[in-house]
């Protein structure tokens, strides 16, 4: 309730959608006592890696050439045969993606899942800092949590237990307005659909729906010109409400952490893409593999990121995203590392990501 009477209200496109102030309103010094307390453990372990590139070498996208070489150092100790042999961290000649020019007009959409049944791999994570930097190229982006945790919403500054209407509405109740749902992020450009545990009951009532599978496709319909891209955030499952982020999706990314077990179930993932490809939506693409939380200076690291490029070739993406504390950090922060710490290694990561998911859509 409060969450909703505090909001304003906006116009975005043909929508308006309310602003949401839970970010700016958050004690600085608060948030970094709990930020030291979060992570004040892991801090020395990776100091080395999770310097801001200070030294004049602030990050400037103008000075890319391949490989980035700023993103190349986040990959030590290998960064100079990188560079010397233009080859990426997965081993592959890396390509040279451009800096997206700017957009006069938005939409249609492209929408985007990011699915892995396996919790805490990165999936909440790659969807707040892709979509900031999609944003920061100027395209208008839309976030949907779909994971009744909610954790897509807190990663954002938003209290999801204060929202009285969340996606969970937007699906259940015929002629609820998406507008109604919105809000705006902190991140010019970038709108959420925020949800809470509420979410965890449309899972069951939506079985005796008709057409159960499509009930978020049909609910973003509307949505679909005010924006260039949406990315739905999924709940590690492969239940109902996974199945309706699939058959809503144009392209799925597969976070992978770059641990022992990283492929264990990614055969049952890619069966249920492929089921949702054969009878539900014939537009499903597997986009792309995103391996994350990668350490270089781990053989284990390295191995196991050779053995995802060895299972799926050219569906894993360029861009690897390292490990590092700056993203735990930003969840208590309540924003995203682009915003947080806009010159670490992990925002240069994310952008890069972008980059590349932007020049895979083109290319098609
Ligand atoms: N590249 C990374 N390096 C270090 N920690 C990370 C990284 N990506 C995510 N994390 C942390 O790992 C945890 C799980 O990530 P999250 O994005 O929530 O995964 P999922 O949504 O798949 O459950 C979170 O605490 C997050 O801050
Ligand atoms: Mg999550």
């Given at each position: 309730m409060p969450a909703r009477e505090s909001a304003g209200l906006e116009a975005v496109g043909s929508v308006a959608v309310r602003t949401f102030a839970a970010h700016q309103s958050i004690d600085t010094a608060r948030t970094r006592a709990v930020r030291h307390a979060a992570t004040g453990a892991d801090t020395d372990r990776f100091a080395d890696y999770d310097d801001d590139l200070t030294g004049g070498q602030l990050?400037?996208?103008?000075?890319?050439?391949?490989?980035?070489p700023e993103y190349a150092a986040?990959?030590?100790?290998?960064a100079a045969r990188q560079r010397r042999e233009r080859v990426g961290p997965t081993g592959r000649p890396l390509p040279y993606f451009p800096i997206p020019g700017p957009v006069s007009e938005h939409g249609p959409a492209t929408i985007i899942a990011m699915c892995n049944?396996?919790?805490?791999?990165?999936k909440t994570t790659s969807t707040i800092n892709l979509g900031a930097a999609l944003a920061e190229y100027g395209r208008r982006v839309l976030l949907v949590d779909?994971?009744?945790?909610?954790a897509l919403s807190v990663g954002l500054g938003?209290?999801?237990?204060?929202?009285?209407?969340?996606v969970y509405n937007l699906l259940?109740?015929?002629?609820?307005?998406?507008d109604e749902v919105l809000l705006k992020t902190a991140v010019p450009g970038m709108d959420l659909l925020p949800s809470n545990i509420?979410?965890?009951?449309a899972e069951v009532q939506l079985v005796?729906?008709?057409a159960r599978e499509s009930t978020l496709q049909r609910a973003l319909k509307p949505l679909?010109?005010?924006?260039d891209y949406v990315i739905i955030d999924c709940?590690?499952?492969?239940g109902l409400l996974t199945v309706n982020a699939l058959t809503a999706a144009h392209r799925v990314i597969v976070p992978l952490e770059?641990?022992?077990?990283?492929?264990?179930?990614v055969a049952l993932l890619t069966e249920t893409i492929e089921k949702v490809r054969e009878?539900?939506?014939?537009?499903?693409?597997?986009?792309g593999i995103l391996a994350t939380?990668?350490?270089?200076?781990t053989v284990h690291s390295r191995e196991v990121l050779a053995r995802v490029v060895e299972a799926f070739g050219e569906h894993v993406f360029h861009t690897v995203i390292g490990r590092t504390v700056r993203f735990p950090e930003t969840t208590v922060a309540g924003e995203p590392i682009t915003t947080y710490?806009?010159?670490s290694v992990g925002a240069a990561a994310y952008r890069q990501l972008a980059r590349e998911v932007l020049a895979r859509c083109h290319a098609e």
């Amino acid at each position: 309730m409060p969450a909703r009477e505090s909001a304003g209200l906006e116009a975005v496109g043909s929508v308006a959608v309310r602003t949401f102030a839970a970010h700016q309103s958050i004690d600085t010094a608060r948030t970094r006592a709990v930020r030291h307390a979060a992570t004040g453990a892991d801090t020395d372990r990776f100091a080395d890696y999770d310097d801001d590139l200070t030294g004049g070498q602030l990050y400037d996208p103008d000075a890319e050439y391949e490989p980035d070489p700023e993103y190349a150092a986040t990959l030590a100790p290998d960064a100079a045969r990188q560079r010397r042999e233009r080859v990426g961290p997965t081993g592959r000649p890396l390509p040279y993606f451009p800096i997206p020019g700017p957009v006069s007009e938005h939409g249609p959409a492209t929408i985007i899942a990011m699915c892995n049944q396996k919790g805490g791999v990165g999936k909440t994570t790659s969807t707040i800092n892709l979509g900031a930097a999609l944003a920061e190229y100027g395209r208008r982006v839309l976030l949907v949590d779909f994971d009744p945790q909610g954790a897509l919403s807190v990663g954002l500054g938003v209290n999801p237990m204060e929202l009285d209407i969340t996606v969970y509405n937007l699906l259940m109740e015929r002629g609820l307005a998406a507008d109604e749902v919105l809000l705006k992020t902190a991140v010019p450009g970038m709108d959420l659909l925020p949800s809470n545990i509420d979410l965890s009951a449309a899972e069951v009532q939506l079985v005796s729906e008709v057409a159960r599978e499509s009930t978020l496709q049909r609910a973003l319909k509307p949505l679909m010109q005010d924006y260039d891209y949406v990315i739905i955030d999924c709940q590690p499952s492969l239940g109902l409400l996974t199945v309706n982020a699939l058959t809503a999706a144009h392209r799925v990314i597969v976070p992978l952490e770059c641990e022992f077990f990283a492929l264990r179930g990614v055969a049952l993932l890619t069966e249920t893409i492929e089921k949702v490809r054969e009878r539900l939506n014939p537009e499903l693409d597997l986009d792309g593999i995103l391996a994350t939380m990668y350490d270089s200076r781990t053989v284990h690291s390295r191995e196991v990121l050779a053995r995802v490029v060895e299972a799926f070739g050219e569906h894993v993406f360029h861009t690897v995203i390292g490990r590092t504390v700056r993203f735990p950090e930003t969840t208590v922060a309540g924003e995203p590392i682009t915003t947080y710490a806009s010159n670490s290694v992990g925002a240069a990561a994310y952008r890069q990501l972008a980059r590349e998911v932007l020049a895979r859509c083109h290319a098609e």
